[in-house]
């Protein structure tokens, strides 16, 4: 009786889990850049340029690296939404105290 020979598994589902988990970490913790431009010419003509750009890190490494924009969207942050519209209420305020000053 022989037994089969185990052929190594190509997506390396025996303990990749924690492989995996640890990769994600180290990424997140360092952050990783993927940058590429895709170009198409026709007869030495440049028709269209497209630039990529991918960062990959947690916020806190993003934030040490300067990159915080999702804090002042108002799409994506309450807060920079209560600011617009705090701002925008101020700018209301004015131009009617303005209009009432017209008006008297």
Known sequence: MTTPSRL???YGSGGSGANLADILERVLDKGIV????IRINLLDIE????????????????KEMGIDWWEDDPSLSSGARRRELSEENERLRQRIAALEADTA
């Open 8 to 10: 190594p598994d190509p």
């Open 34 to 37: 993927i940058a590429g431009d």
């Open 47 to 62: 028709l269209l340029t497209i630039k990529l750009r991918l960062v990959v890190a947690s916020v806190e490494r993003a």
